[in-house]
């Protein structure tokens, strides 16, 4: 991919007295070559390394794992499926995974926040580094410590969201202890941690796109909405897949919060998310066996959706190209 | 409203009909005047939870439960900042969260900057076939091979140490590797060349020409890869139990959990401004070198 003519004639001029029998000759397989390989496998050392001990051998030891009865101590006994099967029939389970994707909610809500930020702010107006920068502190800060403080700002008596609330005569709800509240609640934290990320990649994609087109669309008497339709928004297409993709990973592994915000996995266990529900299970109650079939069951699912996301945007990118 | 109201704005060269002109620049002075109201009321509700934080650090107890709500204590309780050093492990947790972010960042930047450069700049046997498959680690979630690495780490004694946070991160970060060897696919292949030529060993040319190279990649990256560590929490809680060997994120949501039951909110949240306040910092020195590399991100991702 990267190599250039140069080196490989350079090295072919000495007719390389190796003693050594290469035995099929490749192109330039001189001793400089061999070197070379040598010196670049012992610098991709580390990393493959990691790469086989700490994700491969735990990945295949995960699908085994997943197929046995297991306390994570004692001898495994091989199952087969049954974990799978019981999965099936598992109420928890399937209320953990509703919960996961109603948490999904938000990511459209902040995407659409974040881009109108955006395109408030490719504007010049005063102060614009520092809002960027107010913006952002969220994202930088520490989850542990933004669940925590939510946590008491979701406080029904107390807390600050109720309080504001209040201003208006809105007698607001005890947000984390009421199960029609808690993931609204949630999503509203996550949202408001997210805003400023998603905002900046915006902000770049939007101030990479010629001035030239908005000038021509500007010539052709289109109006802001209009520029915004059909010029900001295909020319941010890319950055709204990443981040889309980014994100639902990310949502689909949703703990810190919820281990935080609601310890025992909310009213009703209305908060509880598949995250969660795993390592409770392997980590309080070392049903090991069970939690890694759930692991492997939520590993699939996010390689599926990411090839979906995949596949529908190689067909969106077709119709913004004609 | 639209065309013709502030006349008194000159200025316009342009060949374009006065009124429409003035008009336009009148009106997006009001566009701008309207954004900015929008952007700072949004400002104030990204920080005030945060203010807050602060504030009710700084409170007493009975302030806390205060209504409504004050905003500004009447006297800064300081103190309990100092209890908070002396009575919580908050300075045990510091350290431990330095002893990993440091060691995960400068011993991981350097072995992904290696094999970035080898990846993208050496010849050597299954390049591309080495390169995508590590690329396939990202497709792998954590929850994922928790357990299997839990364990693992259990079998040679390894709970309730900081080892399983450091040695699988040192072997290097698969995300880094590739904005690294991005980077490094616009430097030009010749002056590789050139050194090797020079007589330069593998190592001179990685550490004399590379290294000062990629700088400000790596600079960027090492930033976020430590802001990331700092502020990990999943694979803290499943290895560290004793107080004193818990990361600084850990002894927080604990302290969150013991002293809620006694109403104790000022500590609480002074230990979460000491959780937040390093990175903030850290923030603040590299804001712009922080915000570059995470717009790039985007675009090159």
Request: overall charge positive.
């Amino acid at each position: 991919m990267t190599s250039t003519a140069t080196p490989a004639t350079a090295d072919t001029r000495p007719p390389a007295p190796d003693p050594a029998p290469a035995p099929p000759r490749r192109g330039g397989t001189s001793r400089l070559h061999r070197t070379e390989k040598r010196w670049a496998l012992l610098f991709v050392a580390a990393p493959v390394l990691g790469y086989l001990l700490f994700i491969l051998y735990p990945t295949g030891f995960a699908l085994y794992a997943s197929l046995t009865r297991w306390n994570g101590l004692g001898p495994m006994q091989f199952i087969g499926l049954d974990n799978y099967v019981a999965l099936l029939g598992d109420e928890r389970f399937r209320q953990t995974l509703f919960n996961t994707f109603f948490y999904m909610i938000g990511i459209p809500i902040g995407l659409a926040i974040s881009l109108a930020l955006a395109v408030m702010m490719n504007r010049k107006i005063f102060g614009r580094a520092a809002f960027r920068a107010i913006y952002y502190v969220p994202v930088i800060s520490s989850i542990a410590a933004i669940a925590i403080l939510w946590q008491w700002a979701y406080n029904g008596d107390f807390g600050l969201v109720n309080q504001f609330l209040a201003i208006f005569g809105i007698e607001g709800p005890n947000w984390l202890a009421d199960p029609a509240w808690a993931k609204p609640a949630i999503i509203m934290m996550a949202v408001w941690k997210g805003l400023g990320y998603s905002m900046l990649l915006y902000l770049a994609a939007i101030q990479s796109v010629p001035r030239s087109l908005y000038e021509a669309a500007e010539l052709d008497g289109a109006g802001g909405w209009q520029k915004f339709r059909s010029i900001t928004l295909p020319m941010v297409q890319p950055v709204t897949f990443f981040l889309i993709v980014t994100q639902v990973i990310g949502g689909a592994m949703i703990f810190i919060e919820i281990q935080i915000m609601t310890p025992t996995g909310g009213p009703e266990y209305s908060t509880a998310s598949v995250v969660y529900h795993i390592w409770l299970q392997a980590f309080r109650y070392q049903q090991m066996g069970y939690a890694t079939a759930m692991s492997v069951v939520l590993g699939l699912l996010i390689l599926v959706i990411t090839l979906i996301q995949f596949r529908l945007n190689r067909r969106n990118a077709g119709f913004v190209v004609d | 409203m639209t065309t013709t109201t502030l006349g008194s704005t000159t200025g316009t060269p342009s060949s374009a009909p006065t009124g429409a002109r003035l008009g336009r620049t009148a009106r997006s002075r009001l566009t701008d005047t309207i954004v900015w109201i929008v952007l700072a009321a949004g400002a104030v509700f990204m920080i005030a939870p945060l203010v807050w934080m602060l504030s009710t650090s700084l409170k007493t107890k009975l302030e806390v439960f205060a209504l409504p709500p004050v905003w500004i204590p009447e006297v800064p309780q300081w103190d309990t900042y100092v209890r908070m050093w002396t009575d919580s492990y908050v300075l045990d947790g510091i350290t431990n969260s330095l002893i990993v972010s440091l060691s995960v960042t400068v011993i991981g930047t350097f072995t992904c900057s290696l094999a970035a450069f080898a990846l993208a700049k050496m010849r050597m046997p299954f390049k591309n076939a080495i390169f995508i498959g590590l690329l396939t680690g990202i497709m792998i979630p954590f929850p994922t091979i928790m357990i299997p690495q839990f364990v693992m780490f259990s079998k040679i004694g390894w709970v309730d140490t900081l080892w399983p946070l450091i040695v699988p991160a040192i072997f290097g970060n698969i995300v880094m590797i590739f904005f690294l060897r991005q980077y490094l696919s616009s430097v030009p292949d010749s002056l590789v060349e050139a050194a090797k030529i020079d007589g330069a060993s593998y190592w001179q040319i990685f550490w004399r020409m590379i290294m000062p190279i990629i700088r400000p990649a790596v600079a960027a990256q090492f930033i976020l890869w430590f802001m990331a560590v700092w502020n990990d929490y999943l694979a803290p809680i499943l290895y560290l139990n004793t107080p004193e060997r818990q990361t600084l994120q850990v002894v927080i949501a604990n302290m969150n959990v013991q002293y809620a039951t006694q109403r104790d909110y000022p500590l609480i949240m002074a230990a979460s401004v000491v959780a937040v306040l390093p990175i903030l910092v850290v923030f603040l020195v590299f804001q712009r070198q922080i915000i570059e590399s995470v717009a790039l991100t985007g675009t090159k991702g």
